[in-house]
């Protein structure tokens, strides 16, 4: 609380406060005497905005009573409070470095640029900046500018584009060597597709993921579905650990040119090593296959290696398989049966 002090005599009328920075009740000293026509003081009591007591010698504005309309004119789209260091009186304060007044509320100005958002969302969106469908943000040195893929193909054909479709899923174990994933695997009547994986420590794995490119149109018949394998390194056989519900529309139900999970019947407990992800698809009739994105390298124990996958060549295993004749996953195999492909998918576990 503050203290006014104000000199007054006799033929004074009326008394103005022109503090114009009071906020809270002030105390009024009055020096003088206030006297009406008859010579008595100002009685004491509430005056509206002023409570006088102490026979008329202490003056209080009440409190609440100095309204905005009562402050000095303020510049316009400031705010009022104190931008120095230190305490005193209050002071206009500007607003600037991407706010703005809507009404009276204060919010973020539009963005512009690489990344736009407009005024008060946070909804960001990456600038087209002429970019295609089909078409990436590369940088050229100076700014992003649109160019198309490797692969020549949208969707997951784009490597960043599979790289963005992890964000937000805790994957496991991940297989997809750098692109261009040009070609097009078509799965087969009866064959187990096998791909290698590396589970780098001991996890809960829930199911598998792959990456679709066309969904078949068929008549689905005996299993339809993904599994997870062990594999014996001395032995050379794959143990079926995981697998997912028998579904005869399981290649005709994907997002094409995205990643698909699909989960297994029991989620599974892995410890770090070596395993494969196996893909089968059966039909009675077939209008269209099932294709995954894929690309071409080389065969058998002599492929190409990636991904950290501890693969010798003399173990017989390639890090893509093919098992043909197979009604459903079976429960053993070895990789001496098994034959190489050389179009491997790319597939994760979560």
């Known amino acids: 609380m503050s203290d006014v002090n104000i000199a007054v005599t006799h033929s004074d009328v009326g008394i103005t406060v022109t503090r114009e920075d009071v906020l809270y009740p002030v ?52 705010l009022i409070g104190r931008h120095t260091g230190t305490a005193g009186d209050f002071q206009e304060i500007g607003i600037d470095g991407g706010l703005e007044f809507q009404g009276g509320n204060l919010r973020r100005s539009a963005l512009t640029g690489d990344v736009t958002a407009s005024a008060g969302s946070n909804t960001l969106t990456l600038a087209q900046k002429g970019a295609t469908t089909g078409q990436v943000q590369t940088w050229d040195g100076s700014e992003w500018s649109p160019a198309t893929p490797s692969g020549g193909a949208s969707g997951i054909d784009s490597t960043l584009e599979i790289a963005k479709a992890f964000s937000g899923i805790n994957y496991k174990a991940v297989y997809f060597p750098q692109g261009p ?83 297994f019947s029991s989620p599974y407990s892995a410890t770090a090593g070596l395993y494969f992800i196996a893909l089968l698809y059966n ?33 017989r295993a390639g890090v893509n398989m093919i098992a043909t004749g197979q009604t459903a996953l079976p429960s053993t195999t070895n990789t001496n049966t098994a034959f190489a492909n050389s179009s491997p998918f790319i597939a994760a576990l979560y």
């Open 181 to 263: 994933y040009g070609t097009a695997l078509s799965m087969v009547d009866g064959q187990v597709f096998f791909q290698a994986v590396w589970v780098p420590e001991n996890c809960t794995v829930t199911g598998v993921s792959f990456a679709a490119r066309t969904n078949g149109n068929y008549t689905g018949d005996n299993y339809n579905g993904a599994g997870l394998y062990t594999w014996d390194a001395t032995t050379q056989t794959l143990t079926l650990v995981a697998s997912t519900t028998n579904a005869a529309d399981f290649w005709s139900t994907l997002s094409t040119n995205q990643w698909n999970q699909k989960a």
């Open 283 to 315: 039909n009675s009739a077939q209008t269209t296959a099932p294709q995954l994105p894929s690309f071409t390298w080389g065969t058998g124990s002599n492929s190409i290696l990636s991904a950290g996958i501890p693969l010798l060549n003399t173990f």
């Open 27 to 78: 105390t009024l000293n009055v020096v003088g005497t206030v006297a009406g026509d008859g010579g008595s003081g100002v009685a004491d009591g509430n005056k509206g905005d002023i409570t006088v007591s102490g026979s008329g010698a202490t003056w209080r504005v009440n409190s609440r009573a100095i309204t905005a309309a009562k402050f000095a004119e303020i510049g316009a789209s400031k």
